[in-house]
């Protein structure tokens, strides 16, 4: 099992890595580079029989997970819930992984105001996987 802290210092590696993540980026492409990437996170971590697969699986979990909490948002949002009352997720990682999924910006707008995410289009089930082990 890991610890918090363990999984704030993955997602921190994973977003360091945007090959790994942004579809936008050219580096997303390159085959060697995501794969020193992984390289890179597997050395840092330290952790025994931590391979490229139980990384793709973690980065896999963290998703699903960061989906589960952003429709827990939603729905707090769309109950009609006072601000102060909107679901707020425990996990430390959130806040990282959300410069993740969903860029800079955020669910929230600068002054913590719902209404971006009340009328937001986000889509997460279209979440960035892995490219297929492609012949680059």
């Not at 579809?23 to 597997?42: E, T």
Request: hydrophobic share 35%; with cysteine; aromatic share 8%.
């Amino acid at each position: 099992k890991w610890s918090e802290d363990d999984t704030l210092r993955f997602v921190e590696l994973y977003r360091e890595n945007e090959c790994l993540w942004n579809v936008n980026s050219g580096k997303y492409k390159n085959k060697q580079l995501r794969q020193m990437a992984l390289q890179n996170i597997m050395q840092q971590m330290g952790r025994d029989s931590f391979g490229e697969a139980e990384i793709k699986q973690k980065i896999k979990n963290l998703r699903s997970t960061f989906n589960q909490e952003v429709v827990k948002i939603k729905k707090s949002i769309q109950s009609g819930c006072a601000a102060d009352d909107v679901y707020k997720p425990n996990v430390k990682w959130f806040t990282v992984m959300e410069t993740v999924m969903l860029g800079s910006k955020g669910l929230y707008d600068v002054h913590g105001n719902l209404n971006s995410l009340r009328n937001s289009d986000v889509d997460l089930s279209d979440s960035v996987d892995f490219p297929e082990n492609d012949a680059s």
